[in-house]
């Protein structure tokens, strides 16, 4: 199973987009990418998943190298309420520290 | 909508006490996940069932802790004795996972322990 590495933090200003990088170079062929997050206190919500192909919902898009040693999590324009801890968990259901994402104003 | 359910909220008791912790995974699912939140370890995942069986607990220390799925909509954990350090939010989720796709995790809002 992937272990998943992430920057611990990144800054963006609102309305810009957040690009946050993951680090999944030990990912098998069939093992699917994840991306959850985590506001303040709450349970981590989940976002986008993919496996090859890149992806898109109402709430971000995700790009996954063609390698998919890596992944990228688009958030197009982001607002205050996108400031959350970002996780991209291995297939096996583990959580590393994230990227705490804060959005200024 | 369907959410999974975490009782209690929050406890605060003394050390040596027993705590239970129980989850209400969402209906039709079949893997619930228990993991543990502070601020110096991050979230830490503790055990998971699927189908009800135990598939992993390696990550929960197994001479006090102890996770159980008595029927499909009830898990429990247990900390007996509990300790200060066991002081965390207590996180359960539940997900559908079919063949090696293990499909959306949904969380509830976490079980606040605080252990004096």
């Avoid at chain 1, 197009?76 to 990227?99: E, K, S, W």
């Avoid at chain 2, 027993?18 to 601020?39: A, K, S």
């Amino acid at each position: 199973d992937a272990k998943t590495t992430q920057p611990p933090s990144m800054d963006c200003a609102e309305g810009r987009a957040a690009n946050l990088p993951c680090n999944h170079s030990t990912i098998s062929g069939n093992e699917y990418v994840y991306w959850y997050r985590q506001i303040h206190s709450q349970g981590p919500q989940y976002i986008i998943h993919g496996l090859k192909n890149n992806e898109t919902n109402e709430m971000a898009s995700l790009i996954i190298t063609e390698d998919r040693k890596s992944s990228t999590l688009i958030l197009p324009h982001a607002t205050l309420r996108d400031t959350a801890v970002y996780y991209c968990p291995g297939q096996n259901f583990v959580f590393g520290p994230g990227t705490r994402l804060s959005v200024l104003p | 909508d369907a959410r999974v359910t975490q009782t209690p909220r929050h406890k605060v008791t003394e050390m040596g006490q027993e705590v239970t912790m129980r989850c209400q995974p969402i209906l039709g699912h079949n893997t619930v996940f228990w993991y543990r939140q502070t601020m110096m370890q991050g979230l830490e995942l503790l055990a998971y069932f699927r189908n009800r069986a135990p598939l992993d607990d390696s990550g929960m220390p197994k001479d006090r802790f102890s996770a159980e799925m008595p029927d499909a909509t009830l898990a429990t954990l247990k900390i007996q004795p509990s300790e200060p350090r066991d002081s965390a939010v207590y996180f359960c989720a539940s997900g559908l996972v079919l063949g090696r796709v293990p499909g959306e995790l949904f969380f509830g809002e976490g079980s606040r322990l605080t252990v004096l």
